[in-house]
T-cell receptor, first 112, second 112 residues
Framework: EDKVVQSPLSLVVHEGDTVTLNCSYE??????LLWYKQEKKAPTFLFML????IEKKSGRLSSILDKKELFSILNITATQTGDSAVYLC????????????FGKGTHLIIQP | DVKVTQSSRYLVKRTGEKVFLECVQD?????MFWYRQDPGLGLRLIYF???????EKGDIPEGYSVSREKKERFSLILESASTNQTSMYLC???????????FGPGTRLTVT
């Protein structure tokens, strides 16, 4: 059975700190890994990673995939209160209509 | 921009009632998905559909059915609502054979 595990499940840090969120996966026919950010409503897309070792970056957020060790990390530098959210990791195994296998999420709280 | 809309943000129903949750997407996506999201359990796939009138069971289909009569619309039906179906329900869509899913704002259903 496909499995995605995120750690930590929750994290409280102070504004300005740097955080690293982890995602490991065991997925048959793995093709790509996606990160989403969910505030009070719909998850919004952050990154999709397909190739190992290539960092994707968007402002203070960055992510990288290690296909040999089957994990990905999401880094957020100089955190702000607006970064408070649940961060979801999902693995995609392709096959046309197959959905994503989601982890349980990391609940990140940034304190002022 | 892709838009996925859901018929209600909040819904309160009584045990035994038949409940319809509607989802509409405006980007001509082939795939549509229904998830439920519960604290500590993450996002779990209920059903998905890859074409009109086609449906596939996800991880937790028991107690639910779906209908897709038009490409843009995917309905989730609770034939006889029960209290353990109190949850946040998220609809999503994606193009065929593409992993990135676009989510609706969610419907928070309470069954009393």
């Amino acid at each position: 059975e496909d499995k995605v595990v995120q750690s930590p499940l929750s994290l409280v840090v102070h504004e300005g700190d740097t955080v690293t969120l982890n995602c490991s996966y065991e997925v048959t026919n793995f093709r790509s890994l996606l990160w989403y950010k969910q505030e009070k409503k719909a998850p919004t897309f952050l990154f999709m990673l397909t190739s190992s070792g290539i960092e994707k970056k968007s402002g203070r957020l960055s992510s990288i995939l290690d296909k040999k060790e089957l994990f990905s990390i999401l880094n957020i530098t100089a955190t702000q209160t607006g970064d408070s959210a649940v961060y979801l990791c999902a693995a995609y195994s392709g096959g046309g209509a197959d959905g994503l296998t989601f982890g349980k999420g990391t609940h990140l709280i940034i304190q002022p | 921009d892709v838009k996925v809309t859901q018929s209600s943000r909040y819904l309160v129903k009584r045990t035994g009632e038949k409940v319809f949750l509607e989802c509409v997407q405006d980007m001509d996506h082939e795939n549509m998905f229904w998830y439920r999201q519960d604290p500590g359990l993450g996002l779990r796939l209920i059903y998905f559909s890859y074409d009109v009138k086609m449906k596939e069971k996800g991880d937790i289909p028991e107690g639910y059915s779906v209908s897709r009569e038009k490409k843009e619309r995917f309905s989730l039906i609770l034939e006889s609502a029960s209290t353990n179906q109190t949850s946040m329900y998220l609809c999503a869509s994606s193009p065929w054979d593409r992993p990135k899913q676009y989510f609706g704002p969610g419907t928070r259903l309470t069954v009393t």
